[in-house]
């Protein structure tokens, strides 16, 4: 089954980055868009950011903007997000979906028929 294999996550300190990568399995990552999302306990599926198939487009959304960057690299079929400035109330699980072939500010939080990863747990504390 398609999925994406996600990496990266754990414990940081405040005011610390991460990078998390997703990489997929099962299905060819250039012919998609990819979105970025985290969930907190408690909290709805918020969303971060995609990225077109072509790595030309970005988009960034949510309560995270200018501590974001989103790229892929299709030639090694990983995705890659790379957070700074975290905060404990970045702490979430962080997770990535194929969201069509289009990335836009409007990019769906439950894209229809979506490779998903399986989360990257992400604490902020010191």
């Known amino acids: 089954q398609a999925h994406f294999v996600q990496s990266g996550g754990g414990l940081v300190h405040p005011g610390g980055s991460l990078s998390l990568s997703c990489a997929a399995s099962g299905f060819t990552l250039e012919n998609y868009a990819v979105g970025w999302y985290r969930q907190a306990p408690g909290k709805e599926r918020e969303r971060l950011g995609c990225?077109?198939?072509?790595?030309?487009?970005?988009h960034y959304v949510g309560s995270m903007l200018g501590r974001l960057t989103i790229s892929r690299d299709n030639a090694r079929n990983v995705a890659y997000l790379q957070m700074t400035n975290l905060t404990p109330e970045d702490a979430a699980v962080y997770i990535c979906?194929?969201?069509?072939?289009?990335?836009?500010?409007?990019?769906?939080?439950?894209?229809?028929?979506?490779?998903w990863g399986q989360g990257s747990l992400v604490i902020v504390s010191s």
């Open positions: 979906a194929t969201v069509g072939v289009f990335c836009s500010s409007s990019f769906s939080a439950n894209p229809e028929t979506a490779h």
């Open positions: 990225i077109a198939p072509d790595a030309e487009t970005t």
